[in-house]
């Protein structure tokens, strides 16, 4: 499975997840303060076995379904929006959304309680007791508040990223741990200069689709951004992850792709074309949760100095990619790539020189 359509999946599968809990939860409190018995029989839908397994189907289909919307379509057509108009255009859309739901689903439900055909009478007059007794509006609560918790889940998650928040939740950081990492210390070209003749507002607009245009190839290749540093992005790669394929080297060239082929688009809108340089490294980092007022996950150790510092050293050899000898040597080369050392550097706070290799493609 490629690593898009598993980052697809991980981010739609908990909308069906967080709506059939609320379901099932929703569901069984109702029945457990009436007793389990039906007290508006012409409006309610009894709970047989057959009405429970096609309610809870349809409920994480249509989690499914919002999860899918929500990422595919509605959040890119309302990127540009303020928080407010979010709202009001989400809350319209989706009180449509459930109306729509419930025109199509309760008939069905209401057939299988009856056991009678979908069209026959006797559900429609069920039907249309429901749309004027309570037991509708309940329903539409109940499905807003599963829209919230899904949409509350999905907004954290985009924040903190993904993997992150499942980090927090399953706690496999709560203690330090020692791991195996690469990381790219990725900076853009005379940013100062691009800041200075853009002003901050434009800078930070152009900051957000430089950004935004890396996206894809660090998807791909199983990278996960650490951290945004200003004009700089720390990109993390588990040690498998990033060794296999070359998928850190390969990441690099994949970003500097993405960027060229909107060269002319950033030279029309913001009249220059952004360009970046990056150090690579990988060794052992303490791994863990820190912090009281704002908990994070970070990473402690001497390879993201040492990764800073070849970053830093771009410039100087006139190079777009350096990486440390350790690296190099981990990596399967092949004719799609060309490395070149550039000899040995002592780096800043550090006793001993290191080998550095430039690449090339």
Known sequence: MKPKTKRNISRIAPFGIIWLLVGWFVLFTQEAATGNVNVNPNSAISLTFEVFVFASVNVVLVGFIIGAIEMFWLRNLLKKKSFFQNIIYKMFFYMLFFLVLIILLYPIAASIELDVSPLHSEVWQKFRNFLKSLDFYSTIVSLTFSLFLSLFYSEISENLGYGVLMNFFTGKYHKPTVEKRVFMFLDMK????????????????????????????????????????????????????????????????????????????????????????????????????????????????????????????????????????????????????????????????????????????
């Not at 993405?258 to 060794?283: C, D, N, Q, V």
């Not at 791994?287 to 990473?299: C, R, S």
């Open 190 to 361: 005379s940013s100062t200069t691009i800041a200075e003749e853009l002003g901050h507002i434009k800078y930070f607009e152009l900051l957000k689709e430089y950004y935004s245009d890396f996206s894809n190839a660090v998807i791909q290749h199983y990278g996960e951004v650490y951290q945004y540093v200003g004009d700089e992005i720390v990109i993390s790669w588990e040690y498998k992850n990033g060794i296999a394929k070359n998928n850190c080297i390969q990441c690099f060239f994949a970003m500097k792709d993405s960027l060229a082929k909107k060269e002319e688009w950033y030279t029309r809108t913001f009249g220059i074309s952004p360009t970046f340089k990056a150090g690579m490294h990988y060794g052992e980092v303490t791994t863990g949760e820190i912090g009281a007022l704002k908990k994070e996950i970070i990473f402690t150790g001497d390879v993201l100095n040492t990764t800073a510092r070849i970053q830093g050293l771009c410039n100087e050899f006139g190079a777009d990619l350096l990486i440390s000898a350790d690296l190099n040597d981990e990596l399967e080369w092949n004719t799609k790539y060309n490395t070149n050392s550039v000899g040995y550097k002592a780096l800043r706070g550090k006793e001993n020189s290191i080998e550095l290799f430039a690449i090339t493609n």
